[in-house]
């Protein structure tokens, strides 16, 4: 399954996008977002902020909100019915909805020859996915997932790090993403936490999962409030997920291992927030009768590079308005949104199995 490759020199998509040509920036791209409850405000702020961006239209059924919103941005027009943002009068749309509208919304965007930019999980399941995947390939629009953490200065570094083989052999992703709440209504901690650190894991790893396996337990309501997942690929590499509701603490860390070197990422660290470590293990096999394996632990030195600053949704949205003005594919288009996906997908038949091994 091909992957998505990061083609950016240095720097952030955000600095990409500022360097297209005086012919671009004079291009204007017409937004309207869909949904302003929890995440839709961040990114109307930043679409709003883009200058080669014009936030045309804010939707939502709430009023309340609508009102609220409207007093911040008097010249955007608002709509209670998201129908009225597909009449041609827009270039784009943001989806920032519950998941179950991702789907019907999208494909009703795409259909009337829009962009389409839409939050995370893409849809849920993987055969609405593939719909809008081949769907946006045959009106030619740009169709990119909002998964964030892609675009943030840490996990680009350490994409940079895994690419200049500096970790050596990958040998285990490792991930908690934990706190008290937010309980979603239609969605589970898997399908609402798990998204985040899997499509971090997509974009690091660049490899082929070959199985999921999860377990998960629900303590309120009808649906699973903390799960632990792992992806399995081949050979010995292995990717675990921790996601909690109901955690008396947050934490957002992942710790990835490495033969040579390891590197842990706590995003919830004010500086700092990557450090590798020049730590690990050495094997030798000794020449005598027994032909013993010798483990012998390696501790060097703790670097923390320098991380670039720049807001991860602005650099998100900014590289969205450069595709759909250029042409160019998202790095994090519906392809990569498949990918996610298809775990979380396999994670939840493999919480309804018990726990067995769901193949890719």
């Known amino acids: 399954m091909p992957k998505s490759t990061d083609t950016t020199p240095s720097g952030t998509v955000a600095a990409e996008t500022a360097a297209t040509s005086r012919a671009d920036a004079e291009q204007t791209l017409?937004?309207?977002?869909?949904?302003?409850?929890?995440?839709?405000?961040?990114?109307?702020?930043?679409f709003a902020s883009i200058e080669n961006c014009e936030l045309r239209t804010i939707c939502d059924a709430d009023e309340d909100r609508l009102d609220a919103i409207q007093r911040r941005y008097p010249a955007v027009s608002v709509e209670t019915d998201a129908a009225a943002l597909m009449d041609g009068s827009l270039d784009a749309v943001a989806i920032c909805t519950p998941i179950r509208f991702h789907y019907p919304m999208a494909k009703a965007a795409l259909e009337a020859g829009m962009h389409v930019f839409v939050e995370k999980p893409m849809t849920d399941s993987s055969a609405t996915a593939r719909e809008l995947v081949e769907l946006a390939a045959d009106k030619k629009r740009a169709l990119m997932v909002d998964h964030t953490f892609v675009y943030s200065g840490p996990v680009r570094k350490i994409r940079s790090i895994i690419d200049d083989g500096q970790l050596g052999d990958l040998l285990y992703f490792d991930s908690v993403r934990i706190n008290l709440?937010?309980?979603?209504?239609?969605?589970?901690?898997?399908?609402?936490?798990?998204?985040?650190?899997?499509?971090?894991?997509?974009y690091l790893l660049q490899r082929e999962p070959k199985g999921v396996s999860a377990i998960?337990?629900?303590?309120?309501?009808?649906?699973?409030?903390?799960?632990?997942?792992?992806?399995?690929?081949?050979?010995?590499?292995?990717?675990?997920?921790?996601?909690?509701?109901?955690?008396?603490?947050?934490?957002?860390?992942?710790?990835?291992?490495?033969?040579?070197?390891?590197i842990v990422y706590d995003d919830l660290e004010?500086?700092?927030?990557?450090?590798?470590?020049?730590?690990?293990?050495?094997?030798?096999?000794?020449?005598?009768?027994?032909?013993?394996?010798?483990?012998?632990?390696?501790?060097?030195?703790m670097f923390a590079p320098k991380i670039d600053k720049t807001e991860p949704l602005f650099a998100a949205c900014s590289h969205f308005a450069d595709c759909a003005l250029n042409g160019n594919t998202p790095l994090t288009d519906g392809e990569a949104g498949l990918r996610v996906v298809r775990i979380l997908e396999a994670a939840q038949e493999s919480i309804a199995k018990s726990g067995a091994e769901v193949t890719l």
Request: glycine residues 10%.
């Open 270 to 301: 004010p500086t700092d927030r990557v450090k590798v470590y020049d730590k690990g293990v050495s094997v030798n096999v000794d020449d005598s009768e027994r032909r013993r394996v010798l483990i012998d632990y390696r501790t060097g030195d």
């Open 30 to 46: 017409r937004v309207g977002v869909i949904g302003c409850g929890y995440w839709g405000p961040n990114i109307i702020r930043n």
């Open 181 to 202: 709440g937010l309980f979603q209504q239609d969605a589970n901690v898997v399908w609402d936490l798990a998204p985040h650190d899997v499509s971090i894991m997509d």
């Open 216 to 262: 998960g337990s629900v303590h309120f309501g009808d649906q699973e409030d903390m799960a632990y997942m792992t992806v399995r690929f081949d050979g010995p590499l292995l990717a675990h997920f921790h996601v909690n509701w109901l955690a008396p603490v947050k934490i957002r860390k992942t710790v990835i291992g490495g033969s040579q070197q390891m």
